[in-house]
């Protein structure tokens, strides 16, 4: 599956720790490979159009997705702090989702 890495993406993955950004790009290569049928623990579903990817580690990361024509695009990242997902994350990852 091709998978599309916004700039966004891109600076953040670049702001997070050595061994981190390693987890992150072995975590999207399983999405590469997989597709639609990667599932716990690298990734999950949010809502009907909206995914995560769950990068455990040092820094807990997760980097949201979707689908689009046969394509991933990975559109907002952060660094999970608390057991669960802020809203203000989720409200981020919605606006943006609209927008693609």
């Not at 975590?27 to 579903?45: M, R, V």
């Not at 990817?53 to 660094?79: P, S």
């Amino acid at each position: 599956m091709d998978v599309r890495i916004t700039s966004d993406i891109e600076t953040f993955i670049a702001s997070l720790e050595e061994n981190t950004v390693a987890k992150v790009l072995r975590t999207i290569d399983l999405l590469e490979h997989f597709g639609h049928q990667l599932g716990l623990p690298h990734s999950k579903k949010i809502s009907r159009d909206l995914f995560e990817l769950r990068v455990r580690g040092k820094q807990e990361v997760r980097i949201f997705y979707t689908f689009r024509h046969k394509r991933a695009i990975l559109f907002h990242g952060f660094v999970k702090k608390s057991q669960q997902t802020p809203q203000k994350e989720m409200r981020h990852a919605q606006q943006k989702l609209r927008l693609i």
